[in-house]
């Protein structure tokens, strides 16, 4: 055995012991971004202590692209691109070749990263409340506009009334279950990318509340979310004058709630 195989059948035993379910592919990402022994051994050590890989690699795989992640922005989840795969849909049925677009509670903008990929053209908005997740985006998506604040809010006037598709990866851990989730989440990613509120829908509700005054006529919002909480996020959009529908996708554990503005 050489000292590679064995340098790496170390790596994958210490992740191991941690709880690490996918030891032997992060060992070997890990070993790639070391550029050194030194390096290596600090790296493994901060995930074996449950810092999420994704803020170790600088980077996510995402629907095929590298998505950059910052060491605090909430990392873009495999279920995310059931999210993704719908903004692609949906702007499909939009006729402008400039289709407008805005992501609320955009992390790291992996959403409109891929968006941007299939629309070139399209005019992008990123939102989060957290400056660092918007810098982070901004990276990821070329000439998109970068906005920080509370949802809607940041939005300039000229955008009410025209957006084509709006996508949230809203918060929708309720609070009592954010204890719950996997050190990697709970202690290394912003709590307000996380809390949905008591039944973890309050951040999508508001979302609903306000986004028709917001799309143009015949625009699409699409909310990820859980299969418990449907029922909730499509009565809210039913009360909106939204007509709603649901998408799943379970092989990756994934529900979206689309609306169209009529």
């Given at each position: 055995m050489t000292s590679?195989?064995?340098?790496?059948?170390?790596?994958?035993?210490?992740?191991?012991a941690a709880g690490c379910v996918f030891a032997e592919d992060e060992a070997r990402l890990l070993h790639r971004h070391a550029t050194s022994e030194a390096e290596l051994h600090e790296v493994v050590a901060r995930r074996a202590a449950g810092e999420p890989l994704e803020h170790i690699l600088g980077w996510v795989d995402f629907c095929g692209l590298r998505i950059a992640v910052d060491p605090t922005v909430f990392v873009p989840r495999r279920r995310t691109e059931l999210l993704a795969q719908v903004g692609v849909d949906l702007i499909a049925q939009v006729s402008s070749r400039s289709p407008m677009i805005v992501e609320l509670c955009c992390g790291a903008g992996a959403v409109?990263?891929?968006l941007a990929q299939h629309h070139p053209d399209a005019q992008i908005w990123l939102v989060d409340i957290d400056s660092r997740a918007v810098e982070c985006a901004q990276r990821n998506v070329s000439g998109a506009t970068g906005l920080i604040g509370d949802l809607l809010d940041p939005l300039p006037p000229h955008v009410r009334g025209a957006v084509d598709v709006m996508c949230a990866n809203a918060p929708y851990v309720p609070t009592d279950e954010i204890a719950l989730m996997p050190t990697e989440a709970r202690d290394h990613e912003p709590h307000t990318a996380l809390d949905g509120g008591v039944d973890g829908t309050a951040i999508a509700r508001r979302i609903i509340s306000q986004a028709a005054d917001w799309l143009a006529p015949g625009g699409h919002l699409a909310i990820e979310t859980s299969l418990r909480q449907v029922p909730l996020l499509i009565a809210a959009m039913h009360a909106a004058g939204l007509v709603a529908t649901v998408q799943t996708d379970p092989a990756i554990d994934a529900t979206v709630v689309r609306a169209r503005r009529r």
């Open positions: 590679g195989e064995d340098a790496h059948l170390l790596t994958v035993a210490a992740l191991r409109s990263a891929v």
